[in-house]
């Protein structure tokens, strides 16, 4: 499956952002997906992942109740909405899919990834 993620930008603190990933490929449906994000020195971190249905989603500690993660079968695209955005926010935020994750919240739990959006919140 080939992902395209889109959407970051620039945004002041407290701020929101839409990102999307499109799927293309493969049944979109055969793959749980999810969102990391990548800050120079670190590892890529999990954000959010969502099931196969859409029915079961689950989200880093730092985000919950501000991120919310949905996937749209019918146009084949997963999307990170992100609100009270800030400046720990900014990083290149990748969507990743895997059919059977190994790891839900690791990065080598997931096959195939999107080429990263940047998102910077700016104080």
């Known amino acids: 499956v080939q992902l395209q993620a889109s959407g970051g930008g620039l945004v002041q603190a407290g701020g929101s952002l839409r990102l999307s990933c499109a799927a293309a490929?493969?049944?979109?449906?055969?793959?749980?997906m999810a969102w990391f994000r990548h800050t120079p020195g670190k590892e890529r971190e999990f954000e959010a992942s969502?099931?196969?249905?859409?029915?079961?989603?689950d989200y880093a500690d730092s985000v919950k109740g501000r991120f919310t993660i949905s996937r749209d079968s019918a146009k084949n695209t997963v999307s990170l909405q992100m609100n009270s955005l800030q400046p720990a926010d900014t990083a290149v935020y990748y969507c990743?899919?895997?059919?059977?994750?190994?790891?839900?919240?690791?990065?080598?739990?997931?096959?195939?990834w999107g080429q990263g959006t940047l998102v910077t919140v700016s104080s």
């Open positions: 990743a899919a895997a059919e059977r994750p190994r790891r839900w919240h690791e990065e080598g739990g997931y096959d195939y």
């Open positions: 969502v099931s196969w249905s859409g029915i079961s989603t």
């Open positions: 490929g493969r049944t979109f449906v055969d793959y749980a």
